[in-house]
T-cell receptor
Framework: GQSLEQPSEVTAVEGAIVQINCTYQTSGFYGLSWYQQHDGGAPTFLSYNALDGLEETGRFSSFLSRSDSYGYLLLQELQMKDSASYFCASDSNYQLIWGAGTKLIIKP | SQTIHQWPATLVQPVGSPLSLECTVEGTSNPNLYWYRQAAGRGLQLLFYSVGIGQISSEVPQNLSASRPQDRQFILSSKKLLLSDSGFYLC?????????????????FGPGTRLTVL
């Protein structure tokens, strides 16, 4: 089967750094995407890793290791507005396979 | 620029009633289109996707159906709703392979329809 595993919840302090991990088991793997979803809203695209290594986009970075079937999303200088759910997803055969999401709780 | 419209925003329907949710995309041609359902506090479940007019792929056996009567229109339907059909329904699009660059990984979502079946 195809599956992506990520922690259900992560708590961090405003201004800190947090890492959200994702391990995957999918066939026909092309790359790993990350999406953010605020409560009641729709998911929005954050980043995509097709190759091993780190991709940086402002305060957010995403990492992929194909040999370990593992990736993570790194959020720096956390702000209260970063409180949301974060999903990893792998693309395969015209579609995305989604993880269950990680709820990021940020404390002041 | 591209925009995606989805309506209605919320819907309360009795069990056994029909359903029709509509999604339209503007500003792009021949997009890949998707219907997802999300239960509260859960991930996204892909219901249907379409790579062209009249081409629908179903991922999960269910009492829902989808149609793509026009290039940028995607409709989700049911003849008789079940309680288990309640959820947050999301339509999304991505750039198609025909546009030269395949990009299934970057999907753009509509605002969603929150459906409650009573």
């Amino acid at each position: 089967g195809q599956s992506l595993e990520q922690p259900s919840e992560v708590t961090a302090v405003e201004g800190a750094i947090v890492q959200i991990n994702c391990t995957y088991q999918t066939s026909g793997f092309y790359g790993l995407s990350w999406y953010q979803q605020h409560d009641g809203g729709a998911p929005t695209f954050l980043s995509y890793n097709a190759l091993d290594g780190l991709e940086e986009t402002g305060r957010f970075s995403s990492f992929l290791s194909r040999s370990d079937s593992y990736g993570y999303l790194l959020l720096q200088e956390l702000q209260m507005k970063d409180s949301a759910s974060y999903f990893c997803a792998s693309d395969s055969n015209y579609q995305l396979i989604w993880g269950a999401g990680t709820k990021l709780i940020i404390k002041p | 620029s591209q925009t995606i419209h989805q309506w209605p925003a919320t819907l309360v329907q009795p069990v056994g009633s029909p359903l029709s949710l509509e999604c339209t995309v503007e500003g792009t041609s021949n997009p890949n289109l998707y219907w997802y359902r999300q239960a509260a506090g859960r991930g996204l479940q892909l219901l249907f996707y379409s790579v062209g007019i009249g081409q629908i792929s179903s991922e999960v056996p269910q009492n829902l159906s989808a149609s793509r009567p026009q290039d940028r229109q995607f409709i989700l339907s049911s003849k008789k709703l079940l309680l288990s059909d309640s959820g947050f329904y999301l339509c999304a699009w991505s750039v198609s392979q025909l546009a030269g660059v395949s990009s299934y990984n970057e999907q753009f979502f509509g605002p969603g329809t929150r459906l409650t079946v009573l």
